[in-house]
């Protein structure tokens, strides 16, 4: 609930309050600050959030080895600041002779990469420690929920008073500061977060094979940033920061169709590090075939719908003709996104196993190939070239977790039900294409969403193509009887 509410108000953000507010450079510069930030972040973690979730099954209980591995985990990310920090400071000539050309205004900006980086790599960890505890929901609704209600009213008090493009920067910062204190204040009070400021209780092995796990962390999670934020870097350092504005309101609506992905992520990692820990791959392979399942069945209908509904949603998005060149980019990064997810938790299955490192091969391969896909065809096909870019490297990825999981534990994601769901979404995407439209495009959108998912509703109802949908369809169902 807390992620879908999160969704409904990002999309208010996204597609309604930060057109009618802000222009499409502005919109550029903001996107362009977080995405490097959240680059950055991963270094500055020096894989502190990675060794949490994984490493936790293997002290809890242990009331002074649970503590010792929160206080490893706090200091870890306070070295690592300071080295990408100091790393920033080394690059930044480079930094600005990338931009200065057609992005010139996120030079002026630069070092507000220092307090968001800080933000998010610390928001990061608590977050991952809250979930060593099965702790998702609060969490979740201070960072997808309550900091968008911040940033709404940053927005709009920073159009109505006409401040500095500074204050909004500054304020975004700010706010992202009171989303953290407050996540702060809940765990702690909580008893999530208890100290014990010595490694003592770990032995030298122990220690060694955490750094190891870390530093691996580190990479893959940096390469990883940089594979999924590159094009919004390259769009802002190839041709402008407008054009980067208009390319994240096209994002936003393609990795809608990541909702339910976002949520089965949050608690399916300590669950898989669990069962490793135990050595029960059936239940990680179960793991595996019904998140891959779940993610498809919503992610198809989601697409569909957008893909259905997408011009007349940019005739009610403000200044909607602007952003209406977004258009193909919705739909490959959509098509990327479902891929992602029809694949099911591959990622998370890597990270918590004993195989973890055969993916810096992967990654180090498909970075090279994400920069050269960007530099090929974002002067050919300009923004919507930097979304076919993500949607083949997307598509390539998960091809090589997949046959690294297969080959490694014999299990894959696919079952003869995913046929069944493709077959089904094919036939409701014709029949979205024939539904005839009115002048009204709130209308259009509103019948053809409803009529859309009855049908595939009752199809994948009726055909069982998953125990765990059909038993959601089957409770609300009684419950409406019910309530008659």
């Not at 979730?53 to 490893?72: F, T, W």
């Amino acid at each position: 609930m807390v992620s879908y509410s999160g969704v409904v108000l990002g999309a208010i953000n996204t597609l309604w309050v930060y057109p009618s507010f802000l222009t499409a450079e502005e919109i550029g510069l903001i996107t362009l600050i977080i995405s490097i930030s959240l680059i950055i972040a991963p270094i500055s973690q020096l894989g502190a959030s990675g060794i949490t979730i994984k490493y936790y099954p293997y002290v809890k209980g242990d009331k002074r080895k649970e503590a010792s591995l929160i206080y490893l985990t706090f200091l870890l990310p306070t070295i690592g600041f300071s080295i990408a920090m100091l790393l920033l400071f080394y690059l930044k000539g480079h930094v600005i002779s990338s931009f200065e050309e057609n992005s010139p205004l996120f030079n002026e900006f630069l070092f507000a990469l220092v307090p968001f980086t800080f933000l998010f790599a610390f928001r990061k960890l608590i977050e991952n420690i809250s979930r060593t505890q099965l702790l998702v929901a609060m969490p979740s609704f201070f960072k997808e929920f309550f900091l968008r209600i911040l940033i709404v009213i940053l927005v709009l008090i920073y159009y109505f008073m006409d401040l500095p493009l500074s204050a909004f920067i500054y304020g975004y910062v700010g706010m992202l500061a009171v989303s953290l204190i407050l996540l702060i204040i809940y765990t702690y009070r909580l008893g999530v977060l208890k100290f014990n400021f010595s490694l003592a209780p770990f032995e030298k092995p122990f220690v060694k094979q955490m750094i190891a796990y870390g530093l691996f962390v580190i990479f893959s999670g940096f390469v990883n940033n940089i594979i999924t934020r590159v094009d919004g870097y390259m769009i802002s350092s190839m041709i402008d920061l407008s054009n980067n504005g208009i390319y994240t309101i096209a994002l936003y609506i393609g990795v809608a169709v990541a909702i339910p992905k976002q949520s089965i992520i949050l608690i399916s990692m300590p669950i898989i590090s669990r069962e490793f820990k135990n050595n029960n791959i059936k239940e990680v392979e179960s793991l595996y075939k019904k998140s891959a399942m779940i993610q498809l069945i919503i992610g198809c209908i989601l697409l569909i719908c957008i893909w259905i509904g997408i011009d007349d949603l940019f005739k009610l998005i403000p200044n909607g003709d602007i952003y209406q060149a977004g258009k193909f980019v919705v739909l490959f990064i959509g098509l990327a996104t479902l891929i992602d997810m029809a694949t099911g938790v591959n990622n998370e299955i890597i990270f918590m196993s004993d195989f973890y490192r055969y993916f810096f091969v992967i990654i180090c391969a498909l970075i090279a190939i994400t920069i050269i896909n960007n530099l090929w065809l974002i002067p050919i096909y300009g923004i919507t070239g930097a979304a076919m870019a993500t949607a083949i490297t997307v598509s390539l990825f998960n091809i090589l977790k997949y046959l690294l999981i297969y080959q490694k534990l014999g299990i894959q994601p696919f079952t003869k039900n995913t046929l069944k769901v493709a077959l089904l979404a094919a036939t409701t995407l014709l029949i979205g294409l024939i539904l005839p439209n009115t002048d009204l495009p709130l209308v259009n959108i509103a019948y053809k969403s409803i009529l859309l998912l009855t049908f595939y509703s009752i199809s994948i109802y009726y055909f069982k193509v998953s125990e765990d949908v059909n038993g959601l369809i089957t409770d609300a169902i009684k419950k409406l009887r019910t309530l008659k």
